[in-house]
């Protein structure tokens, strides 16, 4: 009787142990490196502050792409900005902006003063369309070629060391 | 030098820690009654030196020594002192230093403050505290050192999260400590008293004022961190089920649990191997916590920067110590009668056990079903409240029955009391006038408030009645007033809340059911860690004239660069008035939620009516609960 009851004790234990032993190699779910390399999500995007949408098949049209994600609420926002704008001197470079879950006019306030790097803007006011793109907090920056591969994640603010490695990787 | 010192200091530490566990090893065969002096010498060296390796982390944060690379990434020269002092304890590498000292604090006090005379039963735990202090110290040195060291040393240090910059949450990490890591001491002394085979009586003497530290700093750390939450996150709640929040309560429903059944044990009456199987649930709760938080399998504002290899080895660590007491445990039980009387007080703990156990399960698989599933079956869900509500709320009819009823009845003895008397008419009484204020339908509600406003009356009838025979059992008594209290103010407080959300400019006025909100104008201030938007808002009562001023705050801390809400709350005796604003940039409109939220203080007091019993005990340890 008592060996039953240790056996059984030990069996329950085990299946715990093991199932978080797995879900510990698991825990990678909230990072989205392994997006690289793999064709983005279809999505329809509004536009900002106008009709109509964006589908992101017309990423095709451009031979890089900068999808960034930002708010006017944000902080680290605002620090990347400047690098932002850098980055779209560049021809053949088109930084499309989501604004996320963010008030319209905070939104084109925050633009006003700071300047609008956006080839084209559109908007998630929900937040949930982000989430496609394995969008979790902003700022975050996908660099996508013509195939519609992502090439790169940046999440957090982008750095001048970012902007250069991108400008490095659009020159190939 | 600060760096390299604390490493001096940690790993003479950890040598003597190693010499503790050989000594204890060869004097267990040893056949003298008396315990080396020595032994007493190295454990107060221990002691010693593992306390000058925190005083080094400390220093390090508080003269900013930017060369050890913990203090770069969580410090900053313009941070307050108080929050340079509270940085060393505000990360995972600074907090793992702390756990281990209040391990080598708790291993020390034991051997020199617990009077039992059995030999072997103190040895054994030393041997097998000293253990756990081998392991978590080479966890510390091999993959979290807190005393690591870079070159060049930055000038500057990239500053503490400024969520964790408040004075409640300062203290919040120490006293959770002291509840959980204190709990190892009992776990230790549980598997000696298995091996030595000492008497129900010394076991219970022993670990008693244990457990009653354990559980008081254990609920007044889970009540500020609740408190926390509620100034800080500006959600205007103060428990959320969120998993982090359950690791605090899961082990603090064993304490709860374990601190009756001593009580039984005490009396010779049964329990012997029940109070060791929750005195190790208790350790092992407490440190499957600490893997669900700090391994990163849960997200949330306590998952400190992410490391597998650090969730690794706590997942080791927990299943060495949950098999090796199941080993230790079914080579050693001892066999005892099981035959408690009916309607005895120990049946009656007996099932506040039951009670304990269930809600631990509850809590335990609302916060373990969503990493299985995840695992299992790839489905990501949240537990949320309504879960834990729908499942615990029924169970606090009976508890809190059992709560007002059971402390009534004796030792050892069957008999049926008597419960229609005054205590029942004037609680009904009562009940009928709040229900007639309240206007509730939910009857399961309604039971709730009914058993809880039965509780405080008998509580209070029993509090009377001792003064009056003076043989008073303060602690249980107060206690158990404050958990009624609690159950009570939560109902009040749940059903009277208020909550509106809206948009205003400076200068606009808002008017809800009963309030008048007036955004009167705005404030820039600046510190020397952040920037703040200060709002002015005057609130008025459409019935009565009262104006109160609220100033909720948008602050940009520099160093991390990171944007907090603080919530204004205006803390009345019987309300609380809970405003908070965001949506900031250049615009002029903002986002407000304002709350009315009734008796928070009451909610507070209750908790620490609660914890105030606990103390009671434990400075009066000749009285029984």
């Not at chain 1, 006003?112 to 080839?119: A, K, L, R, W």
């Not at chain 2, 530490?13 to 007493?40: G, R």
């Not at chain 2, 000058?52 to 313009?78: K, M, P, Q, R």
């Not at chain 2, 304990?356 to 790839?378: E, Q, R, S």
């Amino acid at each position: 009787m008592k060996k039953i009851h240790l056996l059984l004790i030990c069996i329950f234990f085990s299946f715990i142990f093991i199932v978080l032993y797995l879900s510990l190699q698991n825990s990678k779910i909230y990072d989205t490196e392994n997006l690289v390399g793999k064709k983005i999500t279809e999505s329809e995007l509004n536009l900002f502050g106008k009709d109509g949408t964006f589908n992101t098949k017309e990423i095709s049209n451009y031979q890089f792409t900068l999808l960034n994600f930002w708010a006017s609420w944000c902080g680290p926002c605002r620090k990347e900005h400047k690098n932002l704008l850098r980055l779209s001197k560049n021809e053949n470079l088109k930084i499309i902006g989501v604004n996320f879950k963010d008030n319209e006019y905070n939104a084109r306030q925050f633009l006003q003063e700071m300047g609008n790097p956006f080839y084209i803007l559109t908007e998630d006011s929900k937040g949930k369309k982000s989430v496609n793109f394995g969008v979790y907090g902003i700022p975050e920056t996908i660099l996508v070629n013509s195939e519609l591969i992502i090439l790169k994640k940046y999440i957090g603010p982008l750095s001048s060391k970012d902007v250069n490695e991108i400008s490095k990787l659009i020159k190939k | 030098m600060l760096g390299e010192l604390g490493i001096i200091f940690v790993s003479i530490a950890l040598l003597i820690s190693l010499a503790l566990i050989y000594f204890s090893f060869n004097e267990v065969k040893n056949s003298s009654n008396l315990i080396p002096k020595k032994i007493y010498k190295f454990s107060l060296l221990q002691l010693i030196f593992s306390l000058l390796s925190f005083v080094a982390l400390l220093a390090g944060y508080v003269f900013s020594d930017f060369s050890i690379i913990n203090v770069y990434e969580n410090s900053h020269t313009t941070k307050p002192l108080f929050y340079k002092i509270s940085g060393t304890w505000g990360n995972h590498e600074g907090s793992l230093l702390l756990w281990i000292n209040i391990l080598v604090l708790f291993s020390s006090l034991f051997l020199f403050i617990n009077k039992n005379k059995n030999k072997n039963f103190k040895i054994f735990t030393l041997l097998f505290q000293n253990l756990l202090i081998v392991i978590f110290f080479i966890f510390l040195l091999t993959n979290s050192n807190p005393f690591s060291t870079i070159y060049p040393i930055p000038n500057e240090g990239m500053g503490l999260n400024p969520i964790l910059q408040d004075p409640a949450l300062a203290i919040h990490p120490p006293l959770l400590y002291i509840g959980f890591v204190g709990s190892s001491i009992y776990f230790s002394a549980a598997l000696s008293a298995l091996v030595s085979k000492i008497d129900a009586k010394s076991l219970a003497t022993s670990i008693k004022p244990w457990i009653l530290v354990s559980w008081f700093f254990q609920t007044v750390g889970i009540l500020v961190g609740s408190i926390w939450a509620y100034y800080e996150l500006g959600w205007g709640g103060y428990w959320f089920w969120d998993p982090v929040e359950n690791s605090s309560l899961m082990p603090w429903f064993v304490m709860t649990a374990l601190l009756h059944s001593v009580l039984v044990l005490e009396r010779k009456i049964g329990l012997y191997s029940w109070v060791i199987v929750l005195s190790i649930l208790t350790f092992t709760m407490s440190v499957a916590g600490t893997f669900l938080v700090r391994s990163g399998i849960l997200n949330s504002v306590h998952t400190f920067a992410n490391d597998p290899s650090r969730g690794l080895f706590i997942l080791t660590f927990l299943i060495l110590m949950v098999f090796s007491s199941i080993f230790i445990f079914f080579k050693h039980a001892p066999t005892e009668n099981k035959n408690y009387r009916i309607l005895s007080k120990e049946f009656f703990i007996l099932i506040n056990n039951w009670f304990m156990i269930f809600f631990l399960a509850v809590v335990l698989i609302g916060t373990l079903y969503p990493i299985f599933l995840d695992t299992l079956t790839g489905t990501k869900i949240s537990v949320g409240p309504p879960y834990y509500n729908f499942i615990l709320a029924p169970f606090l009819i009976p508890l809190l029955f059992l709560m007002t009823s059971g402390p009534k009845h004796k030792w050892i003895s069957s008999e049926i009391k008597k419960f229609i008397n005054i205590v029942l008419f004037l609680s009904i009484f009562l009940f009928l006038i709040t229900f007639f204020i309240v206007k509730e339908n939910s009857l399961l509600l309604n039971l709730i408030l009914f058993f809880s406003i039965y509780l405080i009356i008998q509580t209070l009838f029993d509090l009377y009645d001792g003064l009056k025979s003076r043989s008073i059992n303060l602690s249980r008594i107060i206690s158990h007033l404050g958990f009624g209290l609690l159950i009570f103010f939560i109902f009040i407080n749940h059903i009277f809340s208020q909550e509106s959300n809206f948009n205003l400019r400076v200068g606009e006025t808002k008017e809800t059911d009963n309030y008048v909100i007036k955004f009167e104008n705005l404030e820039k201030f600046s510190d020397s860690n952040y920037k703040s938007i200060i709002g002015h808002f005057k609130i008025s009562n459409k019935k009565k004239l009262f104006k109160e001023n609220l100033k909720p705050e948008i602050r940009i801390y520099n160093k991390p660069m990171t944007v907090t809400y603080e919530a204004s709350i205006n803390s009345g005796f019987f309300s609380d008035t809970y405003l908070t604003m965001s949506n900031i940039s250049d615009s002029d409109i903002f986002n407000i939620k304002f709350q009315k939220k009734p008796f928070m203080n009451f909610i507070w007091l209750s908790v620490l009516l609660v914890s105030l019993g606990g103390l009671i005990n434990f400075f009066n340890r000749k009285n029984s609960i």
